[in-house]
């Protein structure tokens, strides 16, 4: 699957062939339009009426249409609204509209839905500014999706499509420089919470539907930029272990590795001992067996990073870090350092990184971990 934005022609129209299919995808979804009340005749929608509806949407400062495609069919649409500028308000653009062709068995699932338009208009003016009200298929008046029964082949498939749908915009929204994005879902809808928490969508607060009686929660995801690391594991001559103690704006002070992100074109290893010798001044040592790798997430430079690490074991002498480090370790938000003896290792209640070290480092001398080559 990949993510177009939607074009006009020469003229400002939508292409035939293109508004034949978002017509069907539109029309697919009487159950919600007779809801929302977006179209005259919810069971009998014209190209005309969805190119209007579209074109209303690329109107609105900082709105995109774009369009998924799969095999080189329409498979969802997807439209963003822009967050606010400003010291006080929320940059977080808003995911306004997903519907997804599930392609199951040629029937339509329902995907994100948005408020129509002219209830937009009104939280807008209520100052609620990019709420784009979202909600995937399956609530009480919209129905399971898109007017037909969803088994559970059905539904796993629009769940994919989804979440495909939705990954690519996030990395459309990645690109562009931001770090979060939002949309809402009515709170009485399981389903749906379930479906975008999956997606690793977190609920940040509640508001009220324009419907009387409801709510809607609102969810937001980080958008977290993909960084290479490596580190050493350095023991001394008895088996203690070099750590530094970090300090993180969003996880805390917690010990690690000597390391840092993999620079241009260097292998794991090529970054890990440079990292090494930037950090403690030692050039004399030489990364031995990969101990194992692992993934977390952390801010960095207030950027929200998820980063994945090489973790390799050197051996060297019982010592000091040597050199002018002082700058370099302020950068890097490095407060201490000490020798960490195995079994004090194991036992501590403080954070270490990764969590599993002291077992990792049992069981490479015992011989449990292979020499990998990393």
């Known amino acids: 699957m990949f993510l177009e934005s939607l074009s006009l022609t020469d003229d400002g129209a939508f292409p035939g062939e293109l508004l034949t299919e978002l017509t069907a995808l539109y029309a697919a979804d009487h159950r919600f339009h007779a809801y929302t009340g977006e179209f005259t005749d919810p069971h009998d929608v014209r190209p005309e009426q969805a190119a209007t509806a579209l074109a209303d949407e690329l109107a609105r400062p900082g709105a995109r249409v774009l369009v998924g495609r799969s095999a080189g069919r329409l498979t969802g649409v997807v439209i963003t609204l822009a967050g606010q500028d400003g010291p006080d308000a929320d940059p977080d653009p808003w995911i306004g509209l997903l519907m997804v062709d599930a392609g199951a068995g040629g029937q339509r699932q329902g995907g994100v839905r948005k408020l129509p338009s002219r209830a937009e208009e009104r939280l807008r003016a209520d100052g609620r500014y990019g709420n784009a009200d979202a909600d995937t298929g399956g609530n009480a008046e919209a129905g399971a999706g898109a007017g037909s029964r969803v088994g559970a082949g059905a539904v796993g498939q629009r769940q994919d499509a989804a979440g495909k749908l939705a990954s690519l915009v996030e990395e459309r929204l990645r690109a562009d420089g931001r770090y979060g994005v939002r949309l809402a879902v009515p709170e009485d809808n399981a389903d749906d919470l379930a479906l975008w928490t999956a997606l690793g969508y977190e609920v940040v607060g509640h508001r009220e539907d324009r419907r009387p009686g409801r709510r809607r929660a609102v969810l937001r ?154």
């Open 221 to 374: 995801k980080v958008l977290r930029t993909p960084r290479r690391a490596a580190r050493v594991a350095v023991l001394d001559p008895a088996g203690s272990v070099f750590l530094f103690r970090y300090d993180n704006d969003e996880v805390g002070a917690h010990w690690a590795l000597p390391g840092g992100g993999i620079e241009g074109a260097e292998t794991p290893r090529q970054g890990a001992l440079r990292e090494l010798a930037e950090e403690t001044g030692w050039t004399d040592l030489r990364p031995g067996p990969l101990l194992c790798t692992w993934e977390h997430d952390f801010t960095r430079f207030d950027i929200p990073v998820h980063q994945h690490e090489h973790i390799y074991v050197a051996h060297g002498p019982h010592r000091e870090p040597t050199g002018p480090l002082a700058a370099a370790h302020a950068e890097d938000g490095i407060l201490d350092w000490r020798w960490w003896p195995r079994t004090e290792l194991a036992t501590t209640t403080e954070a270490v990184w990764p969590p599993e070290l002291a077992r990792y480092l049992d069981e490479l001398e015992e011989g449990k971990l292979g020499a990998w080559s990393g």
